[in-house]
């Protein structure tokens, strides 16, 4: 779990399409800048999400 939550920290503010109201504000995939420790922390968390599915693999087929 807290491999999502920092996945979910890291890239809170990231929005290709944004909407207030009536106003609609799309942008590029490319337009989106993280910083360094976004960077960071993003990677961490995407790595504690693979380690938690293989170890959860394995655990399954142990059974």
């Given amino acids: 779990m ?4 920092l996945i979910t920290c890291a890239v809170a ?3 290709t399409v944004l ?3 009536k ?3 799309s942008r590029k995939i490319r337009d989106i800048h993280l910083t ?3 960077k960071i922390v993003l ?3 995407l790595g504690l999400m693979m380690i938690g599915a ?3 693999s394995i655990a399954i087929n142990s059974l």
Avoid: K, Y
């Fill in 2 to 5: 807290l491999g999502q939550l």
């Fill in 13 to 15: 503010h990231i929005a």
């Fill in 19 to 21: 909407t207030n109201g």
């Fill in 23 to 25: 106003n609609t504000v």
């Fill in 36 to 38: 360094t420790a976004e």
């Fill in 43 to 45: 990677m961490t968390g």
């Fill in 54 to 56: 293989i170890i959860e």
